[in-house]
């Protein structure tokens, strides 16, 4: 699919949809809470486990699927700059799809 016809698209999803496919959100919540779960789950997994007798090898291999999930988590709210500098259609899908999701979330700005 060549540019203009993204460009096009994601026109109609921000015009039509304020961001997000209503089909499509319901992939984006499953992720978030998946991502969030995870995430959780593995800094607990590494509160209890940094005090017994486990290879540390295997301490760092849980932070740092915590740590993943963490990113993944920021990048469906906070959606990292992309592609040219101008603005676009494309552009502008991301930053309305993670406003979207962050109020769905009830976050703002100012949240880690």
Request: glycine fraction near 6%; include cysteine; proline fraction near 4%.
């Amino acid at each position: 699919m060549d540019t203009e016809e993204k460009e096009r698209r994601a026109k109609i999803v921000i015009e039509s949809y304020n961001g997000i496919i209503p089909y499509c959100e319901a992939f984006y919540l499953h992720s978030i809470i998946y991502s969030a779960g995870r995430c959780l789950e593995s800094f607990e997994q590494y509160d209890y486990m940094k005090n017994q007798d486990v290879n540390p090898d295997y301490l760092i291999s849980i932070v740092q699927e915590a740590v993943g999930h963490a990113a993944a988590l920021s990048r469906y709210f906070w959606v990292s700059p992309q592609g040219k500098k101008s603005e676009s259609h494309q552009k502008n899908l991301r930053k309305l799809r993670g406003q979207k999701l962050r109020e769905a979330f009830g976050l703002e700005d100012s949240s880690p």
